[in-house]
Each structure stands twice: as structure tokens, then as C-alpha cells.
């Protein structure tokens, strides 16, 4: 899966010398929490979020008696540029969903501006757009039923497993694995079209196969 069949195309952008007032009214009006700051030909300059409008007014608020006017004043006359971000962390067109979690997460954001080769803004990904984009991946809300079974790690060590779930006339969905508590050994978790789980079940057990079940991890 890649950032840009998933992203937004339509980007809401603000320039550096816009007010905040502007843009808090772009915010409002897209419905939307982040602003790409663009320059000339659209390059990206920085990135300005509701919370940094919210910082900008704190001083104003908290002296006494300050009214709403003056709020309004001050947002006004304060360029987007003065509390921008202006080290931007980016995806670019080229880039996998996998890639934009890695960002997400690790620089704790909630949105990527997506970037083509000249640093233009080709769109925008959040948090919502891929954990949406993954639900559907896994089959969520389909008619389906989950599997969950431990199998050794090395190659070909899937191929039993399918071969006894063909013979039941499933479709599987998904399949997503990952390690497992036990050494040289991984989770894998199918997600098969049927309700009717218990026969394949029965049939993996049979088999020799290691069915994880949720009270396997209660301590």
C-alpha cells in the first residue's frame, strides 16, 4: 500500500504571510487539524496545527481582562510564519504506508505533508487515513471470522496451513504474522469469509497446528 492512494489530494494550504486568523479560519472551514505553509510554486515552507494557534493565544489569555476582541486582534496581526514549524517532517510520493506509521510514530505527529521530487505539496496523510486504509486491508467489517495459529519460522511453513483451509472452500481476506513468545516460531492471524470457523479449526488442531486462543495471554 502507498501514501499516495491514500492521501489527501485536495490540500488546504496557508501562506507564511497569512495571519493566523485566516488560517484558523481555513481550519475550520476544511475541517481539519494542520496546514501545509507553502511558498512560491507551491513549495513546502513549514506546517502550522491548531494546537500551535492555540499556544499563540495563551499570553494573550491569561492577562486580565483580556477580551475576546483583543484575541481576535492579536490573531489578526500575527503572521503564520512567526509560530509555524518549520522543520516539517515529510512523506513523499514514493513512500508505503508502512513508511508514513514509521514517521507518524516516531516523531509522535498526527499528519504528513506529502512531497513530490521539487518539495511540492502533492497532499496530505493523518493518522485517520491509515489506520482507515489498514482496516480495510485486514478485512474489518466483512463477514469473516479471525484465525490465529503458531507456526515455525521458516520458509514454506504456511503453505500446510492454507492447503487445509482450501479444502473448506474459504477465501482468506488477510493474513498478518509477527513473533511469537516462543523462540524460532511466529503468530500468524488469517482472516477467513465464514462464520463457521469451528470445522477449520478442528481440522488445523488435527493437523498438529497450535491454535492461539485470547485466554492463552490472561495472567
Do not use: C, W
Not at 2 to 14: D, G, I, L, Q, S
Request: glycine fraction near 6%.
Amino acid at each position: 500500500m502507498f501514501v499516495t492512494r491514500r492521501m489527501r489530494r485536495n490540500v488546504a494550504t496557508v501562506s507564511p504571510s497569512a495571519s493566523l486568523q485566516e488560517a484558523r479560519r481555513l481550519m475550520r472551514g476544511h475541517n481539519v487539524r494542520q496546514l501545509p505553509v507553502t511558498g512560491e510554486d507551491n513549495k513546502l515552507t513549514g506546517i502550522l496545527s491548531d494546537r500551535d494557534i492555540r499556544e499563540a493565544m495563551l499570553p494573550v489569555g491569561l492577562l486580565p481582562d483580556a477580551s475576546e476582541k483583543e484575541m481576535e486582534e492579536m490573531l489578526a496581526n500575527t503572521p503564520v510564519e512567526k509560530v509555524m514549524t518549520r522543520k516539517v517532517v515529510t512523506a513523499t510520493v514514493t513512500d508505503s504506508l508502512e513508511d508514513a506509521i514509521v514517521l507518524l510514530h516516531d516523531f509522535r505527529i498526527n499528519a504528513l505533508p506529502v512531497v513530490d521530487d521539487n518539495g511540492r505539496v502533492a497532499g496530505i496523510i493523518t493518522r485517520t487515513d491509515i489506520l482507515k486504509a489498514f482496516i480495510e486491508a485486514l478485512g474489518v467489517g466483512e463477514i469473516s471470522s479471525r484465525l490465529e495459529v503458531v507456526v515455525p519460522d521458516v520458509p514454506g511453513a504456511l503453505v500446510g496451513i492454507v492447503t487445509i483451509i482450501k479444502t473448506f472452500h474459504v477465501n482468506i481476506t488477510s493474513i498478518l504474522t509477527t513473533g511469537h513468545t516462543e523462540p524460532d516460531k511466529r503468530a500468524v492471524f488469517f482472516r477467513l469469509a465464514t462464520l463457521n470457523v469451528g470445522p477449520i479449526r478442528k481440522a488445523l488442531q488435527e493437523a498438529g497446528y497450535q491454535i492461539l486462543d485470547p485466554k492463552d495471554f490472561r495472567k
